[in-house]
């Protein structure tokens, strides 16, 4: 099948890698204290979309069609087994992180490596919602009480320190630093994208006006907190399996514009979408002062927001009025204009990849994208 072919569908094409992530994910964050184990292991529980290995998968299966770098990047194996870490080891001899399986793949194939890279990408994902829920005082999660609800705080947040423990160790065992720098950067990326978010705008003025500079803040936030995970996880796929520099940008640019169109369309569904919908509570980002995409472009064409956006929304009728001001505004069709723009140049930051199905899948997953409605 060429790329002409939008419809394949990409879950299937990495089906058979799909299959083990969740179990794999649970194996990871095995713990033998049993409330630390049942708090780590809380969010794996409901079907999470699982967006982001299923990227990583399909971009490993996608890339390794690609041209190889002149020269192999590490002469270590990888997949040689590595004795236990003997501080995991003592505290928990169940079950500590394994090695990547061994390489019985043809080259063609996912590696073993890129497999365990797509579960720490997800572990890192989890943390970070961990974290977000005991932020944002949110209840529910997935469909089910969200983590801080059903455990507090204190538990949550640990979890969360768990799980990049968890997914540390494992990156640690892939024994690239390259890769390892990347999805460390993604860590202080994700606590950097959550500090700019704190601010709507670059400056901390009572009555701020909006300028171009407005929507570079809230563009910047938006790839250090969403994106920055999706890009460098993709660079880090294709690394893994030794594509040539070309490769490995387009693999980045995918991810990284792929990364903006999801975080915009998140953020439009918190104006549309119901609670029930979501799984997760709707209409958060006004309630948590935090002016998104459909605002802003309110607001640029509505200067009156400005008094509103200074203080969060924090006064009686805030909320409803700029949200009614929002609706009323085309900002929620300039958001998902601009999901749409990012989402064809992740498309066409692919399109010198030679044709297979894998490479549909990542077509296809920016076609869904703008498509989702939870
Ligand atoms: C969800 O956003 C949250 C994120 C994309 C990142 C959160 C990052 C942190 C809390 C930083 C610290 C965490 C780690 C692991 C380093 P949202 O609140 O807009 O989405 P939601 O509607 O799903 O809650
Ligand atoms: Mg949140
Ligand atoms: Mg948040």
Request: glycine share 6%; aromatic share 6%.
């Amino acid at each position: 099948k060429g790329s002409s072919d939008l419809h394949v569908d990409p879950l299937r094409v990495v089906a058979k890698e799909m299959k083990f992530l969740t179990g794999n994910i649970r194996k990871l964050l095995g713990s033998g204290h049993p409330s630390l184990d049942r708090a780590a292991k809380y969010y794996t529980q409901a079907e999470g979309k699982h967006v982001r290995p299923l990227i990583v998968l399909l971009m490993s299966r996608a890339t390794s069609l690609c041209p190889q770098a002149p020269q192999p990047r590490r002469t270590a194996a990888i997949d040689t087994p590595i004795s236990p870490l003997s501080i995991l080891s003592d505290v928990n001899p169940s079950s500590p992180p394994t090695s990547p399986p061994a390489d019985t793949t043809t080259p063609q194939d996912i590696l073993p490596s890129q497999r365990r890279l797509a579960e720490i990408t997800e572990l890192i994902h989890t943390a970070s919602l961990l974290h977000d829920d005991v932020i944002d005082h949110s209840v529910s999660r997935r469909g089910a009480p969200s983590a801080n609800l059903e455990f507090g705080n204190k538990m949550a947040v640990l979890a969360g320190d768990f799980l990049l423990g968890r997914a540390s160790v494992a990156l640690a065992r892939l024994r690239d630093a390259e890769v390892v720098e990347l999805l460390a950067t993604v860590i202080a990326n994700l606590v950097e994208g959550e500090f700019m978010q704190l601010r709507n705008t670059a400056s901390d003025e009572r009555n701020p006006v909006y300028t171009e500079e407005t929507l570079t803040y809230y563009l910047q936030k938006t790839y250090l907190k969403t994106a920055s995970l999706i890009s460098k996880s993709c660079r880090a796929a294709a690394l893994l399996g030794g594509t040539d520099e070309a490769t490995v940008d387009a693999a980045y640019a995918y991810g990284k514009n792929l990364g903006l169109a999801f975080q915009l369309v998140d953020d439009m569904l918190d104006y549309t979408r119901s609670n029930k919908e979501l799984g997760k509570p709707a209409g958060a980002d006004l309630e948590l002062g935090l002016a998104t995409a459909p605002l802003l472009f309110a607001w640029k064409a509505m200067p009156e927001l400005g008094a509103l956006v200074g203080r969060k929304f924090a006064e009686e009728g805030d909320v409803e009025l700029a949200r009614d001001l929002v609706l009323q505004s085309d900002g929620i069709e300039q958001t998902r204009a601009l999901a749409q723009d990012y989402a064809e140049q992740a498309i066409a930051a692919i399109a010198p990849f030679p044709d297979s199905e894998a490479k549909d899948g990542l077509i296809e997953m920016a076609v869904k994208t703008l498509k989702r409605n939870k």
